[in-house]
């Protein structure tokens, strides 16, 4: 089967599962971010194992979850977890719920993520206002999919302005602290090296991590509006004075999950 009518199987599938014609947008929750989904009312979960062509990821603190329902009075769908490239799946597959999303007709995104600071703080939520992806490859190659967008798709506003503008105004009156910035992919799983973090902070990077761009490419090629939030759960290698883990990421997503929850909802409400 092409990988074009996986898509369309899939999406056949969920459409007999859930009127996905009511729903007003896609969130994707990243590392130890999976909490949000308790905020959901009115449920209906899948997990993604029983749905056809979706791959399953292996990472803790993701809980491998399609959840669709209600929040802030909008019907919003959650992925609750995501595959990266760094477990061995292609691009394609990485990206392959994203163009289920498209498909299904939903047109607007929000993509969170653990990151690594390499400026502010730990415990910071950060707007990406842009992002770095000259390392990776492109989860586009391969043969254009037209139905979704053109071969060369323009990428000079990934990441949707109105929705950044609208983020901020809704911390500043939650008091919730937010920052904008560059987010830079690289594939890991190994962490980053102090050089490479040289290098890149140099080159104005402020956060680091190992998801998102994939999705927020292929997203923009699809014309989909996209919001991204990176959670920085640690400082980036060399910048702090400990060794990176996992066990920190999870951890700092814990302390700001209240912040990060009410923050999303009032995002919700007003997007
Ligand atoms: N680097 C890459 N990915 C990450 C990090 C990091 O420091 N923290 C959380 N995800």
Redesign the pocket.
Known sequence: MTYFNKIIETRDWLSLKYNFELIDLALVLG?GLGAFADLIENKVEINFDEIPNFKVGKVLGHNNKMIMGEVAGKRIVVMQGRVHYYEGNTMREVTFPIRVLSSLGIEKLILT????GLTGKAGQLMLIEDHLDLFCPNPLMGENLEEFGDRFPDMTEIYNRVFIEKAIEIGRLADIQLTKGTYCY?T?PS??TPFDIKVLKALGVNA???STVPEAIVAKHAKMKVLGISCI??L??GIGDKP?SHTE?VETTSRVSDDFISLLKGIIKEI
């Open positions: 590392s993520n653990a990151a690594g690289l890991g962490y980053e680091v991590g190992m759960t640690n980036a290698a990176l990421v």
